[in-house]
């Protein structure tokens, strides 16, 4: 069965520092989607992807926030300058049209912010 | 905008019993959807069942269905039998047309042997 997949599954940067999230969203979908979830908090909303723009994005997704899909598979979110408050489980998540289908989450990437 | 609200932080059940989890939103539109994501310890997103809003029948995915109250905005996940391994966080979530899943807080669940 297709699945969303996500690297590195963990990673830890300093502050200051820049990281790259990857997600490779399932073949046929269209619609990509980053949230993330701090430590024991609820899942919120980052942005929305679609045709190769953004879509739609929460307060959250700041300056120090881009995203880009690189060529035909892979979905990137970067953090330019990350401050402690980045660390979190970022989750990728896609589907096949907006607001009709369901999400399909990838297994995450845990960032940890030194 | 839409709300999603889940009262119990926690719940525990025992193992082949039968648990309800609780879940009530606020939205003024009349399509949408509903979604019951499992959480568990490798904490990966897991979707367990889902429900359109224009649907009057309950959705079920095996040992899980839903009590789908539309009047009431209230949208309650029900385990049968419940297992070892269905001990996790359970996240509510909403989706409206052209808008983000908006999920609630959560509630950890534990099976007692």
């Known amino acids: 069965e297709p699945e969303v997949t996500q690297t590195p599954s963990h990673q830890v940067t300093q502050m200051g520092q820049e990281v790259i999230l990857r997600c490779v969203p399932i073949?046929?979908?269209?619609?990509f989607y980053w949230y993330r979830q701090i430590l024991g908090q609820k899942v919120e909303f980052l942005v929305s992807?679609?045709?190769?723009?953004?879509?739609?994005k929460s307060e959250i997704f700041d300056d120090q926030f881009s995203v880009e899909r690189p060529d035909g598979s892979n979905f990137t979110l970067k953090i330019r300058s990350t401050k402690l408050e980045d660390s979190a489980m970022y989750f990728c998540?896609?589907?096949?049209?907006?607001?009709?289908?369901?999400?399909?989450f990838g297994p995450g990437t845990r960032l940890l912010v030194l | 905008a839409q709300t999603v609200t889940q009262s119990q932080p926690e719940m525990s059940v025992q193992e082949a019993e039968t648990v309800t989890l609780s879940c009530t939103y606020d939205t003024s539109e009349s399509d949408y959807y509903l979604f019951w994501y499992k959480q568990p310890p490798s904490r990966q997103m897991i979707l367990v069942i889902r429900q359109e809003a224009y649907k009057q029948q309950n959705a079920t995915e095996n040992r899980f269905s839903v009590n789908f109250q539309k009047a009431a905005k209230s949208f309650s996940l029900k385990i049968s039998d419940s297992q070892l391994g269905d001990a996790a966080m359970y996240f509510c979530?909403?989706?409206?047309?052209?808008?983000?899943?908006?999920f609630g807080k959560g509630t950890r669940l534990s099976v007692i042997a």
């Open positions: 979530a909403y989706e409206r047309g052209n808008t983000p899943l908006v």
């Open positions: 992807f679609y045709n190769n723009e953004i879509s739609e």
């Open positions: 998540a896609s589907s096949k049209r907006h607001g009709e289908e369901t999400q399909y």
């Open positions: 073949s046929n979908h269209l619609y």
